[in-house]
């Protein structure tokens, strides 16, 4: 699947932009730092999550166009190099 294709990661960047768009009218109305701060690591935070979704999908997509459809078993360790890119 392409991962244009992927609904829960045009949802999430969508949820994204529409709180990052919030942010800027809390800047914009001269909200308190602190608030504003907060509602940015939620952002961040909610890119980096997408970021680990794509690269899993990414991985997941190009061994299936290897080896062809994934054991559940290989699935599972995939999903523990998920929680590795994380990290990236």
């Known amino acids: 699947m392409s991962h244009a294709a992927n ?14 768009a919030g942010i800027m009218k809390m800047v914009e109305d001269g909200e308190d730092g602190l608030k504003i701060a907060q509602q940015m690591q939620a952002v961040v ?7 680990t979704l794509i690269v899993t999908d990414h991985i997941e997509h ?11 078993a290989l699935r ?3 999903a523990k190099l998920g929680e ?3 990290y990236l």
């Open 84 to 86: 590795f890119a994380k």
């Open 62 to 72: 190009h061994l299936e166009d290897l080896i062809g459809p994934l054991p559940i």
């Open 45 to 51: 935070s909610a890119l980096e999550k997408t970021k």
């Open 76 to 78: 599972g360790e995939l």
């Open 7 to 20: 609904p829960d990661l045009l949802n999430r960047l969508r949820r994204a932009h529409g709180h990052l």
